[in-house]
Each structure stands twice: as C-alpha cells, then as structure tokens.
C-alpha cells in the first residue's frame, strides 16, 4: 500500500491549463501504477490517465486525450497530471489511485487512493 495526496486544483477560465500534482509515500513507489480518475457533481467516478511503472506506458480517456499529459518522478515519488485546453466538462474532484504490476483504467483495480482536489473550470 502508498499513501496519497493530490493537490493543484483550482478555479480556472475555459481555454486554461492547470497542472495536478499526486504526492505518495514509501520507498518502493516505482512498483505502483498510478492512475488519474475525476467524479463531477452527480456523477459517477471516471477514468482520466494512467502511467506505468517506470512512465513509458500511459493511457487516456476519449474525453482528455490530446489535452492532459501524465508524468511521473519516481525520485520524487510524484505523479503530475498536465491538463490544457481545458473545458467546463472537466469539472470534477480528481483522485489519483495506485496499483501494483499493471496498468488499468478500471477503478476496482486500484488500491489506494488519494482524497482528491477540485478542479473548477468556467465557461
């Protein structure tokens, strides 16, 4: 198990970029794939991105594609979620996850999890 803290949300203008940080803890982070998900208002939990290992691999939702980028920093046991161009659709408290071995795009996959930031995007 890694702890996991997320932050970097905000309330931003249609059209701007925000970058999402997740924080973990332990040594052995680089044996987790962290996964990115978001829940808007009445809505059920999405996935958003995903990243391997060792950051080679990663995986994107239709919906986000081309406009977030995740990273990751295993010497500083960071995951970033890159967001641009971003759209009122993106509204949504975002948790990153982490798992080991695999990467998925399915929550029940996924272990830990963070508490989540806001992200509020105008229009």
């Known amino acids: 198990q890694v702890q996991l803290v997320e932050s970097g949300g905000g309330l931003v203008q249609a059209g701007d970029s925000l970058t999402l940080s997740c924080a973990a803890s332990g040594r052995t982070f680089n044996a987790y794939v962290v996964g990115w998900f978001r829940q808007g208002p009445g809505k059920e939990r999405e996935f958003v991105a995903a990243?391997?290992?060792?950051?080679?691999?990663?995986a994107y939702a239709d919906s986000v594609k081309g406009r977030f980028t995740v990273s990751r920093d295993n010497a500083r046991n960071t995951v970033s979620l890159q967001m641009n161009s971003l759209k009122p659709a993106d509204t949504a408290v975002y948790y990153c996850?982490?798992?080991?071995?695999?990467?998925?795009?399915?929550?029940?996959?996924?272990?830990?999890w963070g508490q989540g930031t806001q992200v509020t995007v105008s229009s």
């Open positions: 990243i391997s290992l060792g950051g080679g691999n990663t």
């Open positions: 996850a982490a798992r080991r071995i695999f990467l998925s795009r399915e929550s029940s996959d996924y272990n830990s």
